[in-house]
């Protein structure tokens, strides 16, 4: 009996190995692939040889099952690189995409990666992890795409890093279009989602899910544990659009906008950390619209921002709302968060505007307040005196206070006792983390907050609760971010630092070469005082050009026939004294006509602008993050700095910041600023103008509309300090009072005058 128990044991032994064998098939050409897709069983791991594929277009497509997935995936994690035009699509059951590097191009179609082939072929249990996307992002803004495209239900995208998408369109995007998409309950989970740049317009969105066609459809999509990092496309890093959605244990860090339930209902904001900094008024926390949705334990550290970009923003809806605009908030629960150093943390019927009656059509009013929506058991704590933790923009009735403390007065507009003023004292816990150092268990208890039974770090509330969103005591070595939480085994987003190399140039030739040889970050020393150059300088990388006499700038005279510099994407120019000379017939600064893919900057210091035809011309598309010219002289040029050509009035501009100091315009014969933004858009910074201690004289002639600064559109405007002499114009400049932009101590003489609108306005976008 003994030998055939141990026989017996054998056979099932070597059966149940033969059962789940890997059969493992190396590929390396894409025809290769395509016959390994097409005959995959369960349990098939297909394997991509290292190397890079260019101009590929994968469908993979199979039927698995949960014990025996197929798999694409790289030989090695990272040596697998898809590049050119090039996407990937999945469709049918247990399926995982893994290990691949897609860089260095962009998607010939609408996605990079879609969990469908077609409609008859959807991914179901479906999954992509441990891959990258970097930069690959299409050739012009304009065109739209989406990085991921989630269709069919119970799909997962996890520990991927993505990063760099500059381009129209949401990074990912969840679609509900259908019934086999609905009720879908995607997992979003654990993913690095890097640094995605300022997009100068809407659409800019890391995470949809969801449209306002489909906005009232349930998802289920869970978004948890996942890191962004600097997200500063638009307003909305994320933008629920749809039922049901639960976002947890995510980390928001210096992204500039906020997690925005922007339409849908009933969806869980839970346990979410959300830092900002001391430099920025962007940075947001959550925006509320709709009905039903619980948001706890978060935690909000040195958030800046306001309006629609506050620490928490509940809006305004319109009556009788139509899907695409905002409907009213009710029967929201606001409960146990913590806001840290956030000085005015809550901002109430957010988007209210009657005043605007005589710009806007009735149907786009925002008079719906709040209703049936509670704060409760949250801490307000700044360190040095904040006596308005409450901005309201309309009567706040709508809305219940029970049980809030902060460490100062509350001398908002809106009191309650509802909102206390406590002692309080906190301890610094690890960077950016600080708690209470003892526990108030005096908490209100709600209808269902029983329901809240652990807090942000998932420590119990049973037995002992605090108010806010952390129960003490913390454990110790508790830290908000450990970034090997987040994305792939095998890749770092940390670029290795170097010190920049000095090139010495000495004549036109030189220059020249400098400019071929250096790389990123280098720095090319003038010499010689004075060089003639011919050709037009490219700028695809940042270099810097400055003059070896700092008591004498060098000259650098331009008789390029277009432009003297080239700006193309990823360009970023500094000037530092020197004086460029143009021949009257070219520009001192072009982008690219097309292909403007990504941000490129301008920075001017102590240097000399003279004798151009323009001092910057860009194209539609293209953008610049930041121009900067200080302790400069402009002069003798037909026109000035050209912001001007996103005339579609799509909300979209072409410079996200402009900073103009201590600088002389002299003898510009149009505008010295042409700044555009059109289209009554809410989804953006919407452009920064700082305009400050400028001299500007005989300019202006030939500007039409005889304007010597346009600024039309533009959010954030500071024009203080200026002299304005002898300038042939009627207007200075038109400064938007309802944003708070006013005239502040500038002199005039002979140069017409500012003008203050309160209402600007401006075409609808929908």
């Known amino acids: 009996m003994k030998f055939y128990y ?5 056979f099932f032994l070597l059966t149940s190995c033969d059962k789940n064998q890997i059969n493992t098939i190396l590929v390396d050409n894409e025809n290769a692939l395509k016959e390994a897709i097409t005959n995959a069983k369960p349990g098939d791991e297909i394997v991509l040889k290292e190397g890079t594929y260019t101009n590929i277009e994968i469908q993979f497509f199979g039927e698995g099952s949960k014990e025996n997935p197929i798999i694409l995936k790289a030989e090695t994690p990272g040596k697998v ?5 090039s996407n990937l699509r999945i469709g049918g059951k247990y399926l995982i995409l ?38 690959f992002t299409q050739l012009d803004r304009d065109d739209s795409d989406h990085w991921i495209e989630f269709w069919g239900q119970h799909n997962e995208l996890s520990n991927n890093y993505i990063a760099g998408k500059s381009n129209f369109g949401p990074t990912i995007m969840v679609m509900l279009k259908g019934n086999e998409h609905i009720n879908n309950h995607h997992q979003i989970i654990s993913n690095h989602f890097g640094p995605r740049p300022r997009k100068g317009g809407p659409h800019g969105e890391t995470i949809q899910i969801g449209d306002s066609g ?5 998802s289920y999509t869970k978004v948890e544990n996942n890191f962004f990092e600097r997200c500063n496309g638009e307003v909305e890093i994320i933008s629920s659009k749809s039922n049901y959605n639960n976002f947890k244990n995510n980390v928001f860090f210096e992204s500039e906008g906020s997690l925005v339930l922007r339409h849908g209902n009933y969806n869980t904001i839970n346990g979410n950390v959300f830092i900002g900094n001391d430099n920025s008024k962007f940075i947001g926390g959550i925006r509320v619209i709709n009905t039903g949705h619980w948001i706890t334990n978060n935690y909000f550290y040195k958030l800046k921002g306001t309006e629609f970009r506050a620490p928490i923003a509940v809006m305004n809806g319109i009556p009788k709302s139509p899907l695409n605009r905002y409907n009213q908030v009710t029967d929201v629960v606001v409960a146990h968060n913590s806001w840290i150093e956030c000085p005015t943390p809550w901002f109430l019927s957010v988007g209210s505007n009657i005043s605007k009656s005589n710009v806007l059509p009735a149907t786009e009013i925002r008079s719906a307040r709040p209703e049936r929506t509670l704060f409760a058991n949250n801490l307000i704590y700044n360190s040095t005196i904040s006596e308005y933790p409450i901005y309201n923009y309309d009567t706040v009735d709508g809305i219940s206070f029970k049980n809030n403390i902060s460490n100062n007065k509350n001398k908002s507009e809106v009191s309650s006792a509802g909102i206390l003023k406590q002692d309080i004292s906190v301890s610094k816990i690890s960077e950016n983390l600080y708690a209470t150092t003892s526990n108030n268990s005096n908490v209100y208890q709600g209808f269902d907050f029983d329901k809240i039974k652990t807090d942000l770090f998932g420590a119990s509330r049973i037995s002992k609760n605090n108010i806010g969103a952390i129960v003490n005591p913390v454990s110790k070595g508790t830290i908000l971010i450990d970034k090997t939480k987040y994305g792939t085994t095998w890749f770092s987003s940390e670029k290795e630092k170097r010190d920049p190399k000095i090139h010495n140039v000495f004549s036109a030739n030189e220059l020249s070469q400098a400019f071929k040889n250096a790389i990123s970050g280098d720095i090319i020393s003038l010499q010689s005082t004075d060089i003639s150059i011919s050709e037009t300088v490219t700028i695809n990388k940042e270099i810097t050009i400055t003059s070896a006499n700092k008591n004498r700038k060098a000259i650098i005279n331009f008789t390029s026939p277009i432009t003297a510099f080239s700006m193309q994407p990823k360009g970023k120019l500094h000037l530092q004294n020197l004086i460029l000379n143009g021949n009257g017939n070219q520009n001192a600064f072009t982008t690219l006509d097309k292909k403007m ?24 598309g293209s953008f610049a993050d930041t121009i900067m010219v200080s302790n400069s002289l402009i002069k003798n040029c037909v026109k000035g700095i050209n912001l001007n050509k996103e005339t579609n009035d799509g909300g979209d501009y072409n410079a996200e910041f402009v900073l103009i100091t201590n600088t002389t315009f002299d003898s510009v014969s149009g505008s010295v600023l042409d700044y555009y933004r059109g289209g009554y858009d809410e989804s953006t910074i919407g452009g920064n103008l700082v305009f400050k201690n400028n001299k500007v004289t005989n300019s202006g002639k030939s500007s039409s509309e005889s304007i010597l600064i346009k600024n039309r559109g533009i959010v954030n405007v500071d024009l203080e300090s200026n002299t304005f002499s002898n300038n042939p114009v009627k207007i200075i400049a038109i400064l938007w009072g309802e944003k708070d932009q006013k005239p502040v101590d500038n002199f005039i003489q002979n140069s017409g005058i500012i003008e203050v609108v309160q209402n600007l306005k401006l075409k609808l976008m929908y």
């Open 6 to 10: 141990i026989l017996f044991s054998l």
């Open 81 to 85: 690189f898809i590049e050119g035009k």
């Open 98 to 135: 893994k290990d691949l590097y897609f860089r260095n191009g962009y998607t010939p179609t609408k996605y990079v990666i879609r969990f469908k082939i077609d409609d008859d072929k959807i991914a179901f249990h479906s999954k992509v992890t441990n891959c990258v996307i970097e930069e």
């Open 214 to 218: 489909t906005s009232m459809t349930p």
């Open 597 to 620: 893919s990504k941000a490129y900057n301008l920075f001017i210091k102590d240097s000399e602008i003279q004798n151009f035809k323009s001092v910057l011309e860009v194209s539609k």
